[in-house]
């Protein structure tokens, strides 16, 4: 008599992290992507891509916004000399206010990845949202809190936008770029307010836009 034979289905392993990675994606380089600059009124929005070395691990990394500033500086430092390698991109003022912050976002991700020396076989995104990419891509919210290279993305493109800001002070030190690097504080919109926006302001942006009305005297339609 012919034994019956019952199909066993294989279910995937838990998710476990190996550097970003998770055990069931396919084989090659896993890239963590990440932006920092979204929300400011002046400046550019700028992205990283990373792809971390398993055999030159890195401690301490993290959600760039829960590091100090000391210790965001020493990590961008260890990683660029540790990481198989990274890539930082942005998307500019003027790109911003054209095409709008969330698209400009995905544009220097795009950038970003594509500036990658080795190519990856996945990029995994920090957010829930996805650019178009030439390589698979999973969005993964609050990655930069839970995967390592989305943290090394986290901290190359948040400390590249400070740099950015401080050099723009050197330039522009009545908007006060280096203590806020551009977010919409109570000195920074006071400055809006009595000199109007620099061509390093977001436009498009409402309180840029109303206060630099009423620093010009302008009357918005």
Known sequence: MATKKTAIRSTPPA???RQGALLWDPPGLVAGVDEA??????GPVVAAA???????????LNDSKKLTERRREQLFLEIKAKALCFSIAQASVQEIDEINILQATMLAMQRAVAGLRLKPAKALIDGNKIPTLDVMAEAIVQGDARVNCIAAASILAKVTRD??????HEQLPQ???????????????????MVGACEYHRRSFSPVMLLHAAATGQVLA
Do not use: E, Q, W
């Not at 600059?37 to 002046?42: K, S």
């Not at 990373?50 to 301490?60: C, M, S």
């Not at 740099?163 to 723009?168: A, I, P, R, T």
């Open 50 to 60: 990373v792809i971390l070395d398993d055999l030159n691990p890195i401690a301490g």
């Open 175 to 193: 908007y006060g770029f280096v203590s806020h690097k551009g977010y919409g504080t109570k000195a920074h919109l006071d400055a809006l307010r």
């Open 163 to 168: 740099h950015y800001m401080c050099d723009l």
């Open 15 to 17: 998710p476990t992290c």
């Open 37 to 42: 600059g979204r929300g400011p009124l002046a």
